[in-house]
């Protein structure tokens, strides 16, 4: 199975921040990575697809990039609503995983 | 609005067995794949399952294989997680969700991602 490894695990940063998560895939994986953002006691939300393509709906401040095995999801300019846990996942074999999430703290 | 609605949670013994529903509304459930996610209390996301429109592929975690089964009824728009012999380490929170294709440039395959969600239902072993 390919292993999804995130960084960091959490991070403190205030509003107006730029904040860089970073997820590698233990093998290459095409850029087949999703991210998700999920807020305490709800379901995860899908924010990028296919490691750059913004979800419809979803504020343009969220970027990702990447290719191969390590792949990154940026927020520019950090709000309020942002403070949560974030999520990669890979779906380029039929078993998918996700990476163990970094959480997001207000500073 | 498209939604999905999960139910059938509970608490079960260890060894037991539940059978977790998903109801879809909203779209074209026969257009989509979908999917079961868990997470356990505290934890992180778990993909659990997914299932092709028709029903004729389906994918297990290691950890869920010969004791889940996904199906789907299209006729009712519903989704289906069958659990056996349940373990403590099943206890968690279950999604499902709509699986969104986006053709990719090689011929065949598919960026896949998650793109609607239920809001889960618990399920404690204990």
């Known amino acids: 199975d390919i292993q999804m490894t995130q960084s960091p695990s959490s991070l403190s940063a205030s509003v107006g921040d730029r904040v860089t998560i970073t997820c590698r895939a233990s093998?290459?994986?095409?850029?087949?990575l999703n991210w998700y953002q999920q807020l305490p006691g709800k379901a995860p939300k899908l924010l990028i697809y296919?490691?750059?393509s913004l979800q419809s709906g979803v504020p343009s401040r969220f970027s990702g990039s990447g290719s191969g095995t390590d792949y990154t999801l940026t927020i520019s300019g950090l709000q309020p609503e942002d403070f949560a846990s974030y999520y990669c996942q890979q779906t380029f074999t039929n078993l998918w995983t996700f990476g163990q999430g970094t959480r997001v703290e207000v500073k | 609005e498209v939604q999905l609605v999960e139910s059938g949670g509970g608490l079960v013994q260890p060894g037991g067995s539940l059978r977790l529903s998903c109801a879809a509304s909203g779209f074209k459930f026969n257009n989509y794949r979908m999917t079961w996610v868990r997470q356990a209390p505290g934890k992180g996301l778990e993909w659990v399952a997914n299932i092709k429109q028709d029903g004729s592929e389906k994918y297990y975690v290691d950890s869920v294989k010969g004791r889940f089964t996904i199906s789907r009824d299209n006729a009712k728009n519903s989704l289906y997680l069958q659990m056996n012999s349940l373990s403590a380490e099943d206890t968690a929170a279950y999604y499902c969700?709509?699986?969104?294709?986006?053709?990719?440039?090689?011929?065949?395959?598919?960026?896949?991602?998650?793109?609607?969600w239920g809001k889960g239902t618990t399920v404690t072993v204990s």
């Open positions: 969700a709509r699986i969104k294709e986006v053709p990719a440039s090689e011929i065949y395959y598919y960026f896949y991602s998650m793109d609607v």
């Open positions: 296919a490691a750059s």
């Open positions: 093998q290459s994986i095409n850029r087949y």
